[in-house]
């Protein structure tokens, strides 16, 4: 399909690529590395190879949330965002952006939201899962009472809030211990993401703040096949949810969600994410350079789903939700 786009596609900058290493054999840093820092070159080639007509790009992981000094966090988001800007701006028909937030800074980070909105363009924000913040070991969730007024600002200016996964810190991993191969894209950065965003669905958030649309990739982090679950654990002792939100979680999830397939190039998961979520909540996206476009492309391409579903899941759900055009 042509057309496409894509929008969980990373960068990075001098100041955030060792962020990435370690993830994938030694051998391999060399490619990835050259991959993280190539916006248009070999990025733009495999777009044209694979019909990927536009990436939102964003920063690699976790970067500005890793980073405890609130100082340091606002000062390095800001230095990507506009480096990010300036990248776009060279080739404004291939490329969007997405905003490194420093939500350590909850204030800080609403002002930067507003200033890649209105003032670098930028279609929304992309971020890696919970913030260190002041000290080290720590682990802030958004769900926390200090964000509302963050939430409030991602409501107004309609910018549509990427939660992308990060490890959990050593101390909140016991379970993997011994286990390593867990950590990352196999496992844990998963498990990671979806008890944020059921944190959020719980909290009230979205009753508060309806207009919010959360996106989360990897085909959803699981949510859609344990959603159903999470919802009707135990039904028959009728016992109220003991959350904040006022509804079933599966209607937050349907209603203030979008799902990407990145790095999820499955038939069988696309399927039940579109029976949970509906065709109009999904997003075709890669996760370059930790996945391949081709792999991704190809496999969307030929998926046995509608031509119209290929359609609005590869390009239109993504034109209509970022109002790319407009
Ligand atoms: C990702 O961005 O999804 C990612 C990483 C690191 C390793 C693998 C991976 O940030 O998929
Ligand atoms: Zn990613």
Same mark, same amino acid.
């Given at each position: ?107 800080? +980070?609403? =002002?930067? &939201?507003?200033?890649?909105?209105? @003032? ?7 971020? *890696?899962?919970?913030? !260190? ?111 904040? +939100?006022? =509804?079933? &979680?599966?209607?937050?999830?349907? @209603? ?7 790095? *999820?190039?499955?038939? !069988? ?58």
């Amino acid at each position: 399909m042509d057309g496409k786009i894509a929008l969980e596609e990373h960068f990075a900058i001098q100041d955030t690529l060792s962020d990435s290493a370690g993830y994938l054999p030694p051998d391999t840093w060399e490619e990835l590395s050259g991959r993280l820092l190539d916006i248009h070159d070999r990025r733009v080639r495999e777009m044209d190879a694979h019909g990927i007509e536009i990436m939102i790009l964003s920063l690699n992981a976790p970067a500005i949330q890793g980073i405890h000094d609130r100082a340091e966090a606002v000062a390095l988001a800001g230095k990507a965002n506009d480096f990010l800007a300036e990248a776009v701006a060279k080739r404004p028909d291939r490329f969007l952006g997405f905003a490194a937030l420093p939500m350590q800074d909850p204030g800080a +980070a609403a =002002r930067e &939201l507003e200033r890649c909105v209105t @003032e670098l363009g930028f279609v929304g924000a992309n971020v *890696n899962g919970f913030s !260190q913040v002041d000290e080290p070991d720590t682990a802030v969730y958004y769900d926390l009472p200090q964000y509302r007024d963050f939430w409030a600002t991602v409501e107004a200016l309609d910018a549509p809030f990427y939660l992308h996964p990060r490890n959990p810190l050593p101390s909140m991993a016991q379970i993997y211990e011994g286990h390593p191969w867990l950590l990352g894209p196999t496992w844990a950065f998963g498990q990671e993401t979806a008890v944020h965003a059921l944190r959020l669905m719980a909290s009230g958030l979205f009753d508060e703040h309806p207009g919010i649309q959360i996106v989360l990739g990897h085909m959803g982090e699981g949510l859609p096949f344990s959603i159903w679950r999470c919802d009707n654990r135990n039904s028959w002792t009728n016992a109220p949810p003991a959350y904040p +939100a006022k =509804r079933k &979680l599966a209607e937050y999830l349907q @209603e203030n969600f979008y799902i990407t397939t990145s790095g *999820n190039f499955r038939t !069988q998961s696309l399927v039940d994410t579109m029976l949970e979520l509906g065709s109009d909540r999904i997003m075709f996206s890669v996760d370059w350079p930790f996945e391949n476009v081709d792999g991704g492309a190809k496999w969307f391409d030929e998926v046995t789903i509608s031509e119209a579903d290929r359609r609005k899941i590869g390009r239109t759900n993504a034109v209509r939700l970022f109002k790319i055009g407009e």
